[in-house]
Nanobody, 123 residues
Framework: VQLQASGGGLVQAGGSLRLSCAAS????????MGWFRQAPGKEREFVAA????????DYAESVKGRFTISRDNAKNTVYLQMNNLKPVDTAVYYC?????????????????WGQGTQVTVSS
């Protein structure tokens, strides 16, 4: 399974970015896709995740109301729309996926990871 993340960049506080993650090589029929992030000197943390064949999704409390995760099944792509960005959102954002239908927030439950895309929010 290959995950290709894109869309990161430098933005001012209050601005928006949309991350994309395209998946390929996946053979299982039911799975979950998610986003985690890791800021300098901190552990990687959960951001959002979505079922591929359902409506269930979950968000970290710190991004609720500002970030929206969505998917395009035809394109095998998951998106993370990030609005009202804050300097604390600065991190490398990683796309991930796992087989199954349960939306986990624990990174140890995810098997496949993309290379990460840098998001920097200036104050």
């Amino acid at each position: 399974v290959q995950l290709q993340a894109s869309g990161g960049g430098l933005v001012q506080a209050g601005g928006s970015l949309r991350l994309s993650c395209a998946a390929s090589g996946r053979t299982f029929s039911n799975y979950v896709m998610g986003w985690f992030r890791q800021a300098p000197g901190k552990e990687r943390e959960f951001v959002a995740a979505i079922q591929w064949r359902g409506s269930n999704r979950d968000y970290a409390e710190s991004v609720k109301g500002r970030f929206t995760i969505s998917r395009d099944n035809a394109k095998n792509t998951v998106y993370l729309q990030m609005n009202n960005l804050k300097p604390v959102d600065t991190a490398v954002y990683y796309c991930t996926t796992r087989e199954g239908n349960w939306v986990y927030t624990d990174q140890t439950q995810y098997v496949y990871w993309g290379q990460g895309t840098q998001v920097t929010v200036s104050s």
